[in-house]
Each structure stands twice: as C-alpha cells, then as structure tokens.
C-alpha cells in the first residue's frame, strides 16, 4: 500500500498550492459588486437629472419673482420714503410749532409728526443725524407747511429762519417791569418766569449797571425803556430785555455824562427814580411841575413836608396796584415814601423820555403839594398844606 502521509493538519495529502491571481474568485466577486454598484448609481443618477433641471427651471423663476417682488416693494417704499423726504404728495398742512431752550430733539420730531408734517421719524432722524440737524433748530415760534421737505424743515427752525414768527409789542410809559414781563408774554414773546430768571441773573454789559447787583429781576425797574419793538415769538429772553436796554442807553446816552461828573448831585439811578414817580403821578401834563414838587422836598427837610416825598404812586407799587388806603401807609418797605424820607430804593416804573427829561430839569416852582381837579382833570399846585388840604376838602364835597 501506498504511504499515506498526512498533513500537518491531518487532512490527507496536501496538494500543490496556487499562486494567487487577479483572476482569484474573491478578485471577480468584487469587480462584480463594484460594476453593480455601478450600474445602480447610473440608474439613480439619471432620474434625478431630469429632477434637477426642473427644480433649477423652477428655482430661477422663483429667483426671478423674488427680485421682481423685492423691486417692486423696495422702489414703493422708496418711493413713499423718498416723497416724504422731498416733501411731495401730502396733504395741505400749515402749523405753528414753538421751541424753547429746555425742548428736546426727540419732542420736535413728535410734534412734526403728530402734525403730518414728517410720516416717519425715523427718517428724519436719520438725515438729522447726517446734516447736524439738531445744532442748528434754535429756539423760537415757527410758521411751517407740509411743502417743505426736510431741509426746508430744519432750516425753518433756525436762529435766522424767514420764517419765525414775529410781533409788535407797545410797551407804554408807566408799565412795572411785572407788568412789562406779564405783557411779553401774553403776546407769545417769552414766559414770565424766564424773563425774570434773565433780568435778575445775566450781567449785561451796561456801565450803568454796574451798582445794580444780580440776584433780583426788579434791578432793572425803569431801565426797560417804552417803545413799540418787534420781538420773534419765543425769543430768547436775553435778547428780549437787551433789545429794551439798548435803546435806553441810546437814548440818554447824550446825557450820561453829567452824572458821572465831579460834584454831581444826582447819580442816574436817582433820575430815573425820580422820572418813574413822575410818570405815574402826571396825567400826561405838568411833568416839570410835578418834578419841581418832589425836589422841594428832597432838597429842603426843613420845610412843611420834612423831607418826605408822600407819593401815593410808592404805595400803589407796594400794594400790587390797588388804590392806596391809609393802612398802606403803614407797609414798611424803602419804597414806601409816607414812611421814610428822600427816594425810595429804586423806580416804580418804566419811565418815558418826557417823564426823564423833567426829571433833568425840573420847572423852578415854590409847590409843595399837588392834587388832582376832578373837573378839568389837571392838577392844582399849592405852596402849603393848609392850601392843599382846602383843595382837597372841596374836591371831596363836590364828589
């Protein structure tokens, strides 16, 4: 028998081993998976070929409708933006708008807004913040129209606009400064509280002023000369009460000098003291005579009246502009003259130029009193109290 030898794994003979080849089963098992791999993918593939050039026809139109659609709305927006901008397509508007020192930015454009001037505040804040709007709106009272765009706007709220807003106010001999103040501002020219902030605080560069200290608007009692002036509405008050300023000192300006002269009497705060009591007591005459009272008896203490000057115009000043009683008499305040002899503190009005002018020069009189003829509406002048006091009485009798 054959010698049977087994393998070193007891399997019987072995047999001859083949080199491997590309040819190997497993080799042609994996093309064969690779080409059906394959063909599946090139199956799939040309379907959705004709999926992708439908989605992309669909997509540009698509694309094309967006644009479109977004230029369409873009340019109506822009539109309506732009006519709001330029100050086109609105409704016939005209307003009055007033802006004072403490209105704020954001406030203006409220206002222009509730008004329909603007449509959208965002806008104009936008081209605000662009050209410095905000710098250049000044305070005052303005005339404005849905025909201005926004430049028109802003430049129609500055300090030189032609279209703020101005008035004519007649500030008549005799007025108190409250009076004066109370008036400006019914007009529409500036408030009360701001023109006395002003009057009492700001130092104006006045020589003649120097000796008034600041802390209390009335400083400037009798300075506010009286005159019709045009004043923009919502002016700024330091301009308002300068402009009244100026022209007193343009005024007495020839005359100043005298006062500051060696060995003079009367300083100007004394003369325009005396022409603010002249200018109420006068019934529009005897304004030389009535100066002539007032300094007999300043200048002469020993005479009937002692050196007290007795206006009842002092105590109407005191007593908030009611018809003086006796009771007034009694106020004590150096602007009462029944109390204390000479000059009050200061003026108790405004005076006008005729009113200065007898107090410069006053007639060369021996009249000590004076009181009013109910009938011809003059005064009558006397040199003693006994004359006055018999006036007096039969005024009285006579009603």
Known sequence: MADERRTPTGRGPSQPQRRPSSAQPGARSQQSVRSQQG???QSQRRPRRRRSAASKVAGAFLYVLVVLASSVILSTVGWVWACDLLGLNKEPVSIEIEIDDDTDFNTVVDTLEEKGLIQYKF???LYAAFSHAEDKIAPGKYELNTE???HALVSSMGSSSSTRLTTNVTIKEGLTIDQVFELLDDRGVCSVERLRDMAANWDYAFDWLRDR???DYHRLEGYLFPDTYTFEMGENPKFVINKMLVNFDSKM???MAQFSAEGAIYSLHDIVTVASMIEKE?????YQTISSVI???LTNPAAETVGYLQIDATLVYLNGGKVPTLADREIDSPYNTYKYQGLPAGPISNPGM???MAAMNPESTNYYFYVLNPETKRHEFTRTYAEHDALVQRYQTNG
């Open 148 to 150: 201005m765009d926004y």
């Open 282 to 286: 006068t019934d529009g005459t005897d």
């Open 253 to 255: 300006d020839e005359y």
């Open 295 to 297: 300094y007999n008896r």
């Open 213 to 215: 200290p600041l802390g």
């Open 39 to 41: 063909a599946r993918a």
């Open 354 to 356: 005729e009113s200065l």
């Open 123 to 125: 806008l104009f804040k």
